[in-house]
């Protein structure tokens, strides 16, 4: 009803002109602006009374995932621990597996072992493009903008090691993601954690324990990827382009929130109705194309100033085990990269093996390899180049945090930049929201059941979403769903762990085929 207002209001000045002349014009625009007004006016209503219901539930949630101890004089939010405790141990009950094999991720996504013939929808490449454009985006824009400006250079070391650390927490679930998916008739598949957890734990005489798991992890997904996977990503494109365009006092597109949010669930729509062959073949495009972009860009500045990338890195260092600085010198540097590694390449949380458990593999241990790239990718990689524009540049002392940080560091260096980190922005919170409607799909019909019109019903809903991301604020809300998201680590973890030795088995078969014969190089490759 608001829109069609919106839409008549601004169509009547079209109308008047022939018939009422000039006056009558002028009062017709009168009458469309004083209807613009009344919808921002009703949008920041139902902005409050949202954020009113919602924010006693979204502070009560948070405060119980997020819950921090002071450390050092900073707090350090537990969940973070949870994740990168595991990863540890992950990594050494795996002999730092991420390393052994790192050459081997890259020849199976080249497609060195790949056989079309293998059960599943997805090359490892494709499945690799899909979970790491449900990862690589404002993470690694804003976060890393965060993460220095409060932890300072030295943040960046604890980033780095966290992203290593990672690995080999996406190698287990992503393993275990393949092992235990179902192999529907119609040669689609459905994996993830949710599936894991109550097949793997069953088979661990923990049945009643691994259902409850799976159905806790699923409900998270579903609110996850409504929320931080989707209102946020077309909250913040939107934000973006009125920012480069003036701001919210004078840019043309302030107000206009709905709009872009119903062009981009139109888009989105068009690509998840296709399932996940559809959203990977979108993706394995995009994710390069956003690789060329961004860290194109920081690569040539990186260059311009390769004369100081000693000096750089010795900050980085030095800032890592400072016992003074910003925020608690080396306690809040490896803090906040920490904090913001989990954020950016959510390994432990388990979103990612949804998508890396649609692969084309009989064997599981392949995508398990192949998952390791892609912490490697998005936090040692894309957060590093990130991290070295911003200290390159003396951003730092500008006193911006997040993506305005990020944005006026590339920008001492190009002037365009703003434009380009806006196109930036659009195309990683397309390819994330592309992502999680699949990881909220496949939530969904582990909880209801498969079927064509089940998952239209959620795709339906999932593209509402978008609308209402843009066109509201929603504070709470987001808060609520990024608590969802952390949430999916706690049962994730356990079963994780409960689960290494089956990992550990899979593995140990795989090299073992290599090493005699019974797995060769496809002739060609």
Known sequence: MRKLLLALALLLPLFALPAFGQEAAGEAAETAVEAQETIEETTRTVDMMVN????????AVVSVIFYSVPIAGVDFPLIVGWLVVAATIFTVYFGFIQFRVFGHAIALVRGDYSDPKDAGEVSHFQALATALSGTVGLGNIAGVGVAIAVGGPGATFWMILAGLLGMASKFTECTLGVKYRNELPDGRVSGGPMYYLSKGL???GMAGLGKFFAIFFAICCIGGALGGGNMFQSNQSFQQLVNITGGNDVSPLAGFGWLFGIIMALIVGAVIIGGIKSIAKVTEKIVPLMGVLYVGTALVIILMNI??????????????????????????????????????????IGSAAIAHSAVRTKEPATEGIVSLLEPFIDTVVICTMTALVIIFTGA??????????????????????????????????????LSWSYYGLKSWTYLFGEGKTKENVFKIIFCVFVVIGASMSLGPVIDFSDSMIFAMALPNIIGLYLLMPVVKREVNQYFAKIKSGEIRKVKGH
Request: no cysteine; aromatic share 14%.
């Open 396 to 433: 730092l002392s500008t006193g911006l945090t997040g993506v305005e940080l990020t944005s006026a560091a590339f920008g001492a260096q190009f002037s365009f930049f703003p434009y380009l980190l806006a196109l930036a922005v659009l195309l990683f919170a397309f390819s994330t929201m």
């Open 52 to 59: 009113d219901a919602i924010s006693p539930i979204s502070n």
């Open 307 to 348: 004369g100081s990338i000693g000096w750089a890195f010795s900050q980085i260092i030095g800032g890592a085990f400072s016992p003074e600085g910003v925020a608690g010198g080396a306690i809040g540097a490896l803090i906040q990269g920490f904090r913001r590694a989990a954020f950016s390449n959510e390994a432990g």
């Open 202 to 204: 069953a088979e661990r």
